[in-house]
């Protein structure tokens, strides 16, 4: 039996940036799609010398599967489910920033409980991306007790947020003018015993790793970036504060409750893989000391606005009331009906700025909707940090950028 | 961004006889495709645009010209934020890369490429980014079926 010349059946799908290379004593390998030292899909081909890495090509796409085309087919509140799944590991801020944008092109100015909610939740969704991107970075150096320590924390504030929503990881818990629902009994004072929780653990983990010989040497000074370089390769988030630039948009350009609360922005001095762990591991600090002042603060009242445009009638008068009954039908088969326009709206997500750029053309259904992903943009500058180190740099220096396949590739 | 700098910005390019209006708060400049790395360069150096966030288009069937292309930028320095937009025909669907002002202008252009056609011109590497090899069309066009498939291992019969 003669064997079917795969070559010429099926292209490869890939095509590398370099395919020879200029020296003789240079190879070129490839890691991934699938590989079990990086976290997320994604493919390098690298030229090694040795083992030094000298040029990196880095390819996306694998987890593509077309959000923005099937957003152009549903209603501006279904849409919620989808943009759960972009950065699904802190899915409550793309929640939030997609109803932000929607809202801001109806105009609706959502209520101060529901204002604070939001930002606690952030803030806790902040933590919950930091733990895992930490955690998943350390392991793969080989601290698997430091791993289990922070998701360990980590899986109680995924059933904590589970009583909330009732799900572990895609909560679709915004809703466009408010939220889903109201916090249920007893939430707070859990959520109190979880940072106490988290400080424990997290304190166990600064003493294993912060001063560990063999984490500094594989962390300290290397995938270095500087300011300068950040800004021009578009990076927004930690890996900009890594750097020792004070930039966050909960600072510079306040939204939700952000400008009435108490908070450091932790930045580093070198730019490298250390000063990204250690800018992660203050910010959640500085998240749960958001969080603690948010619950001292929370206002009382509704969650969501009064307005028929968006928010679903009360279940009771549905079932009693014509106009109400009408209202809740139009608004789930056509959808809100969203002004013509078109709006950019950005949060600090745990990996930079979050984006939703939306055009509405006054319909039920969005004429476009964009998500500016902070892990695409930085899987195009990426290559600035791993090239001139090693091959096995390759594995801390990917996992400290915190690339979300799911929100990279869209 | 502060209202002096705000209003310096609009009134320069205002003056050149671009279209200038605010949007949400946010400005918005509309001009011709051939003017775009001027403005670009001046928002660079002049009003510390240093962040290039996001190239996008959007699709009109029917308009002409049919795809305006849209640019957000934001500086870190005055924190304030820019919409460009330009229009380009389905004919000649090009515009001027960014590459050469912003690193990060790289992987958007191409994935605006993928996504729509646009081509980038001084862009040197528009190879498919989030699509692959071989993949027929530009998906996020409005004349593109949500449904189409495009095997790349024939389906077995």
């Known amino acids: 039996m003669t064997k079917p010349n795969l070559e010429n059946t099926f292209p490869n799908p890939v095509r590398s940036a370099f395919e020879t290379?200029?020296?003789?004593?240079?190879?070129?390998?490839?890691?991934?799609?699938?590989?079990?030292?990086?976290?997320?899909?994604?493919?390098?081909?690298?030229?090694?010398?040795?083992?030094?890495?000298?040029?990196?090509?880095?390819?996306?796409?694998?987890?593509?599967?077309?959000?923005?085309?099937?957003?152009?087919?549903?209603?501006?509140?279904?849409?919620i489910p989808y943009v759960d799944r972009l950065n699904y590991v802190s899915a409550l801020i793309n929640d939030f920033a997609y109803c932000e944008a929607v809202e801001k092109l109806m105009g609706i100015e959502i209520t101060p409980r529901c204002r604070y909610l939001r930002t606690l939740l952030s803030e806790y969704s902040r933590i919950v991306d930091h733990l895992t991107c930490i955690a998943a970075g350390l392991m793969e150096l080989g601290a698997m007790t430091a791993f289990l320590y922070l998701v360990m924390v980590r899986d109680y504030m995924y059933e904590h947020l589970a009583d909330l929503t009732g799900a572990r990881v895609t909560y679709s818990y915004g809703r466009i003018g408010g939220l889903a629902r109201d916090l249920p009994d007893g939430w707070l004072t859990r959520l109190a015993g979880i940072l106490d929780k988290y400080e424990v653990f997290v304190a166990r983990v600064h003493g294993l790793m912060d001063r560990n010989r063999i984490f500094i040497d594989r962390m300290r000074n290397v995938g270095v970036i500087s300011t300068a370089d950040a800004v021009n390769w578009g990076y927004t988030g930690p890996i900009l504060r890594s750097t020792g630039a004070p930039r966050d948009l909960r600072r510079d350009t306040p939204y939700l409750a952000y400008a009435d609360l108490d908070f450091a922005i932790p930045v580093g001095i070198n730019g490298d893989n250390y000063d990204r762990y250690y800018v992660r591991m203050c910010e959640m600090d500085e998240s749960a000391h958001m969080i603690r002042q948010l619950m001292d603060s929370l206002p009382a009242g509704p969650i969501n606005v009064e307005d028929r445009r968006c928010v679903l009638p009360e279940k009771k008068l549905v079932y009693t009331e014509i106009e109400s009954l009408i209202n809740h039908f139009k608004l789930v088969m056509d959808g809100p009906q969203v002004p013509a326009g078109d709006v950019y709206s950005a949060h600090e997500s745990p990996n930079g700025e979050l984006g939703f750029y939306i055009v509405s053309t006054g319909e039920g259904i969005p004429y476009k909707v964009h998500a500016r992903a902070p892990s695409f943009v930085h899987m195009g500058g990426v290559h600035r940090m791993l090239d001139g180190y090693q091959l096995a740099d390759i594995v801390p220096t990917f996992g400290s950028v915190n690339m979300i396949g799911g929100e990279c590739d869209r | 961004m502060t209202a002096p700098t705000l209003e310096r910005l609009k009134e320069r390019l205002a003056r050149a006889g671009n279209d200038v209006s605010t949007a949400h708060g946010m400005p918005v400049i509309a001009f011709p495709a051939a003017a775009l790395l001027g403005i670009v360069q001046e928002l660079r150096?002049?009003?510390?645009?240093?962040?290039?966030?996001?190239?996008?288009?959007?699709?009109?069937?029917?308009?002409?010209?049919?795809?305006?292309?849209?640019?957000?930028?934001?500086?870190?320095?005055?924190?304030?934020?820019?919409?460009?937009?330009?229009?380009?025909?389905?004919?000649?669907?090009?515009?001027?890369?960014?590459?050469?002002?912003?690193?990060?202008?790289?992987?958007?252009?191409?994935?605006?490429?993928?996504?729509?056609?646009?081509?980038?011109?001084?862009?040197?590497?528009?190879?498919?980014?989030?699509?692959?090899?071989?993949?027929?069309?530009?998906?996020?066009?409005?004349?593109?079926?949500?449904?189409?498939?495009?095997?790349?291992?024939?389906?077995?019969?």
């Open chain 1, 21 to 79: 290379t200029p020296r003789d004593d240079t190879v070129i390998v490839n890691i991934g799609p699938s590989h079990p030292a990086t976290h997320g899909t994604v493919q390098i081909i690298a030229e090694l010398d040795g083992e030094k890495v000298l040029r990196t090509d880095v390819h996306c796409g694998y987890l593509h599967r077309g959000f923005e085309k099937e957003c152009e087919s549903h209603t501006w509140a279904n849409l």
């Open chain 2, 45 to 157: 150096t002049e009003f510390e645009f240093d962040l290039f966030l996001d190239v996008t288009a959007v699709d009109w069937p029917g308009q002409a010209p049919r795809f305006e292309v849209v640019y957000h930028f934001y500086s870190t320095k005055h924190f304030g934020r820019v919409r460009l937009k330009t229009r380009v025909s389905e004919q000649d669907p090009t515009v001027d890369s960014l590459v050469s002002l912003y690193g990060s202008a790289g992987f958007m252009e191409r994935e605006c490429h993928d996504m729509y056609g646009i081509a980038f011109r001084g862009n040197p590497d528009l190879r498919p980014l989030l699509l692959y090899e071989g993949f027929v069309g530009h998906p996020l066009r409005k004349d593109y079926p949500k449904e189409r498939e495009q095997p790349l291992v024939p389906y077995r019969k």
